[in-house]
Nanobody
Framework: QVQLVESGGGLVQAGGSLRLSCAAS????????MAWYRQAPGNQRELVAA???????NYADSVKGRFTISRDNAKNTVSLQMNSLKPEDTAVYYC?????????WGQGTQVTVVS
């Protein structure tokens, strides 16, 4: 059974940076797609960034050029480096693993950006 645990959220001023990490317990393979989603109060959960097999990535338009997703298959971790943060980036950020037959979610970590 795979479990995902996020860390690295917090409070930061606009223009600052945070790095989120997601540690997976259980078997995650390099072919499995990993992603970060976020959900702000009153909004639907939205895809922020995804990384697939062999390192291919895609990003939401709102974070392109500011956020970078990466993975370490040996350590079963996926990270999200967030730079030039804006108040509209405030949300709960969730790690996601698409294992084909099942999709696994972490518990979420709060990111709050103040101006």
């Amino acid at each position: 059974q795979v479990q995902l645990v996020e860390s690295g959220g917090g409070l930061v001023q606009a223009g600052g940076s945070l790095r989120l990490s997601c540690a997976a317990s259980g078997s995650i393979f390099s072919r499995d797609a990993m992603a970060w989603y976020r959900q702000a109060p009153g909004n639907q959960r939205e895809l922020v960034a995804a990384i697939r097999s062999y390192g291919s990535t895609n990003y939401a338009d709102s974070v392109k050029g500011r956020f970078t997703i990466s993975r370490d298959n040996a350590k079963n971790t996926v990270s999200l480096q967030m730079n030039s943060l804006k108040p509209e980036d405030t949300a709960v950020y969730y790690c996601n693993a698409d294992l084909g037959s099942i999709v696994v979610w972490g518990q979420g970590t709060q990111v709050t950006v103040v101006s």
